[in-house]
């Protein structure tokens, strides 16, 4: 059994109007949210702040920016953006806010709540200007600006959607930006009315067992509501996590405990049953696709260990960074 199975078994100034400028705003400080990180990125970086994350979160989890932009195999990509019509657009927001994710957003927090109506929110890391985001917020156009509990609190809506969105400045280089709900929930956490995730010793010994992991660019774990699912199995999913870490490979890790040995093992077989129907009814691959194709097969690994179902894959850096550079050439 690996050492993390054994801990995870033992219990452990506008110019345009913000429906278009909020979205860009929740892109710089959100981004990597939706894709849904470790320390290890920046050498001696603190400790992720737990104290604004609310103990009810379904998924909490970690996104290091400042090791995508590092790392070598990933140089073709940033020189790509540097040089798409989208650098520009880029370019004249982070001259407005002072937020530029290509430079200074450095890691992202982020949690989602069990009530879907309630969304989630980041807590966005970096060396950006909170001065300058703060002008930028004062002065746009459809912000409003409110006071929760002797604390600025920005709302706007978000684009089509309409989505009510919240933004409050930490600290230097620090904020707090997404649905309005969960946002004013971390705000509630922050000042003692609710408990935040340190306070729950399984959740923080969980969190911990896959933080430390050297070279991780995304680290999340879920506590599944359920109340919130009729899905026989998923009602049975006590917690899982999932780990990236991208060093001299790109690895993937995903766990998840059952409540009995039998059920971590059909869950396994499941999976391998789908990934084979998969396969099954797949066509080939382009062949500029087929190498990284084939690293993934060969490294897919399937197992179950005691209440523990795990699925881990690896693909060679080297691989991802040859494609990335075949992409730039034919575009």
């Known amino acids: 059994m690996t050492q993390t199975s054994k801990r995870m078994t033992e219990r452990v100034g506008s110019e345009a109007r913000f429906d278009r400028t909020g979205a860009a705003l929740a892109l710089a400080l959100g981004l990597g ?3 849904c990180g470790g320390t290890s990125a920046a050498p001696g970086a603190a400790a992720p702040d737990l104290s604004w994350i609310p103990a009810q979160a379904a998924v909490v989890g970690q996104f290091d920016m400042a090791a995508l932009r590092d790392h070598p195999a990933l140089a073709p990509l940033w020189e790509r953006l540097a040089a798409s019509p989208g650098a520009q657009h880029l ?24 009530d879907p109506g309630a969304g989630g929110a980041a807590i966005v890391e970096g060396t950006f200007s909170q001065d300058t985001l703060a002008l930028f917020l004062d002065d746009a156009l459809g912000i409003e600006r409110e006071e929760w509990s002797a604390r600025s609190v920005y709302l ?10 919240a933004v409050t400045l930490l600290g230097p280089g620090r904020a707090l930006v997404g649905d309005r709900d969960a946002v004013r929930m971390a705000v509630a956490v922050q000042q003692g009315q609710v408990p935040a995730i340190s306070s729950d010793a399984h959740e923080l010994a969980l969190w911990q067992s896959v933080i430390d992991r050297p070279h991780s660019i995304l680290t999340a774990v879920a506590f599944p509501d359920l109340a919130r699912t009729d899905n026989p199995v998923l009602r049975q999913l006590k917690e899982a996590t999932l780990t990236v870490q991208f060093d001299q490979t790109l ?15 059909a869950a396994t077989n499941w999976v391998k049953a789908t990934v084979q129907l998969h396969r ?7 062949a500029e696709w087929r190498a990284i194709k084939g690293a993934v097969a060969d490294s897919l690994d399937m197992t179950a260990d005691g209440t523990v179902a795990s699925i881990r894959v690896a693909v060679p850096a080297t691989l991802i960074e040859e494609r990335l550079r075949e992409c730039a050439l034919e575009h």
């Open 33 to 35: 949210i939706a894709v």
């Open 91 to 114: 370019d004249r927001f982070a001259a407005k806010t002072g937020v530029d994710p290509r430079t200074n957003i450095d890691r992202v927090l982020f949690f989602g709540m069990p």
């Open 156 to 165: 706007y809506h978000e684009g089509k959607s309409g989505r009510e969105k």
């Open 251 to 265: 690895a993937v890790e995903f766990l998840s405990v059952w409540p009995t040995a039998e059920l971590a093992a």
């Open 280 to 286: 099954q009814a797949e066509a080939e691959p382009p």
